[in-house]
């Protein structure tokens, strides 16, 4: 009776008077989205994969010419972008790791009666809400070295942080840390929220201590909502382009995305930037494939 009133339209409806069928509306509300999915996101995905086959050039008018693997191979050979995937590796690992830890110690600490604690919530996941140019530029503002207040808050002088090539990088990431933080900080209060009291309460009563109720309680219970931040923002963090773009210019914090737009807009060498896009889809989602294997394991534990 349910499944029959669910799929029935109302004799009363405006769809009904209309002479309009269950199948005409599940239509005009499906076929609209698979249409705007089609042309916005498979035929460029399709019609790209099909220029890093060639030697295209979006800057002359010559036909495109079939090369077949050869820029795949030379980019598999190029020492240069490995030395940006290099970067990247260490990029995410830095951001990321520096999220979860932020962001699952913000909710632990939020994870308690406080006084205005959803008035605190709410100012914390402003750093997401923003843009990332809005971001970058803010940012680059308090590295500045003249008037920073990041330099004079810790004592540092003139300190260049975006042109220093060793702490570049990490200026990037230290940016990415505040603005994503909140969002691993969202998930993993939401998984603290759902554990158990009374499994506390049992803790308690055995006299467990702090450390013993966290790794043994906490920690398991909340590791999979932690496993799905990791990999949503282990994606995004190896996809960064304009915080990186809008901060520095340091060879040295070259992300991979950043060469790839160098390639494609600045070299024109479309057929190339193709093949390395692709590159990198298979790298991003060789990484989320092992994420979700583990993540899996903690579930099944």
Do not use: C
Not at 100 to 110: D, E, K, N, R, T
Not at 147 to 166: C, K, M, Q, T, V
């Amino acid at each position: 009776m349910a499944t029959l009133a669910m799929t029935t339209l109302d004799p009363q409806s405006r769809a009904a008077r209309r002479g309009w069928s269950d199948l005409t509306i599940r239509n005009a509300f499906i076929i609209p989205t698979i249409v705007f999915l089609i042309v916005f996101n498979i035929f460029p995905l399709l019609y790209s994969l099909g220029y890093s086959f060639t030697d295209f050039r979006a800057s002359t008018n010559a036909p495109a010419n079939f090369v077949g693997l050869a820029n795949y191979r030379a980019l598999l050979n190029d020492p240069f972008i490995w030395s940006n995937f290099a970067i990247t590796a260490k990029y995410v690992i830095v951001s990321v790791t520096g999220q979860v830890v932020v962001g699952f110690g913000v909710a632990m600490l939020l994870n308690r009666t406080i006084p205005f604690k959803g008035l605190i919530t709410t100012l914390l996941l402003l750093p997401m809400m923003l843009s990332m140019a809005v971001v970058g530029l803010f940012w680059k503002l308090l590295y500045d070295p003249s008037f920073g207040i990041i330099n004079y808050a810790l004592g540092l002088g003139r300190f260049e942080w975006l042109s220093d090539p060793d702490m570049a990088l990490y200026a990037v990431a230290i940016t990415d840390i505040w603005m994503w933080s909140p969002f691993v900080m969202l998930l993993s209060l939401a998984g603290l929220s759902a554990v158990p009291k009374h499994l506390y309460e049992a803790a308690a009563i055995d006299r467990a201590g702090t450390f013993y109720t966290f790794f043994r309680i906490t920690l398991p219970l909340v590791a999979p909502i932690l496993m799905i931040a990791i990999i949503f923002r282990t994606m995004e963090a190896f996809k960064t382009f304009d915080l990186a773009f809008i901060l520095t210019s340091q060879p040295n914090a070259e992300l991979i995305s950043i060469r790839l737009y160098k390639m494609a807009f600045q070299e024109w060498q479309t057929g190339m930037s193709s093949a390395l896009a692709y590159i990198m889809l298979i790298m991003v989602v060789g990484i989320t494939n092992i994420y979700v294997k583990y993540l899996n394991k903690v579930k099944e534990r």
